[in-house]
């Protein structure tokens, strides 16, 4: 797992601020309107500095934030007060079957150990609900390196708890594993 320390956290905050990433945000957020309606429980798995997070709670959800880096999550507390615990995706904080939907963008491939971690969203979210992956499609994007993945890699890393079905939405990739129920 890669750690986002206090330089990173405001590096990431300023960009976010000049909203670079907004476009993502946007996309991510009608993805989880797409599968559920407002009310309903929506896990941010590395919600960062807490963007879509306040995107999600302005259209009703009740989110939770879980990320591993408390420096990231001090920016997400002021854009999303209370929102948001220290965590890591692999031991999640939330008991079994708490969420509608589980979203993680730009993040699944900092996590070190794929394997648990989506045993982890599998085990908190309720059956028939969904887990949206966004991330850059390396295929398209060569250049992003190591920030992204491949559809095959995302399939594979998915298919272990979920049934899956995968987007291409130029430059990114979104995996949506359902759990059966
Ligand atoms: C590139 S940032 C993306 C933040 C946010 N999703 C966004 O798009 O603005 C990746 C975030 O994932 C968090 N992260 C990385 N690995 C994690 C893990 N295994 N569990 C929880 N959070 C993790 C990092 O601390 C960081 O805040």
Redesign the pocket.
Known sequence: ????GGGTAVL?NFM?SMRL?HW??GLAARRVAELASPGAYVL??????G??LKALERRGYRVVG????PP?LKYAQRRAPGASVA????KMPAREAAFDVAV????VH????HGR?VAEVWRVLKPGGYFIVVEVDLRRMPLAGS?GCTERCLRDVLATHFEVAVEKRFPLLIGVGRKAG
């Open positions: 797992m890669e750690t986002f990431y976010v990433f993502a945000y941010e798995i590395g919600p960062g500095v963007e879509l879980v990320d591993a880096s990231m965590g890591v995706s692999f993680a963008l730009f993040t900092h996590w070190g150990d971690s920030h």
